[in-house]
């Protein structure tokens, strides 16, 4: 079976940087397409990045984009979200999550595999 475990989450001043880490316990790692979700308090699980398993694809939710990163390491089995001038909007629940094939998608359903999640917490 397929696991995620997060990690990297915790407590950051506003305009402050955190980087998440996402290990896959899966030797085909670079065939899945990984994503972040996040769900804020009082709201629902909402699409963060997504990076393909092909070509470097990388897609930003527009809250997000120019402020985190989002990048793979097929070799360490590994996903990363580099979050960079975080702001309170940013707290929430982390989430990886796979979908297998290299193809990329901003749509939860989509996704075959979630991990447990990592808390960020971003105080102003």
């Known amino acids: 079976q397929v696991q995620l475990v997060e990690s990297g989450g915790g407590l950051v001043q506003a305009g402050g940087s955190l980087r998440l880490s996402c290990v896959l316990s899966e030797r085909t790692f670079s065939t899945y397409a990984m994503a972040w979700f996040r769900r804020a308090p009082g709201k629902e699980r909402e699409f963060v990045a997504v990076?393909?398993?092909?070509?470097?694809?990388?897609v930003y939710a527009d809250s997000v984009k120019g402020r985190f990163t989002i990048s793979r390491d097929n070799a360490k089995n590994t996903v990363y979200l580099q979050m960079n001038s975080l702001k309170p909007e940013d707290t929430a629940v982390y989430y990886c999550t796979a979908r297998y094939g290299t193809t990329w998608s901003r749509r939860e359903s989509d996704y075959d595999y979630w991990g447990q999640g990592t808390q960020v917490t971003v105080s102003s």
């Open positions: 990076i393909a398993g092909s070509f470097g694809i990388t």
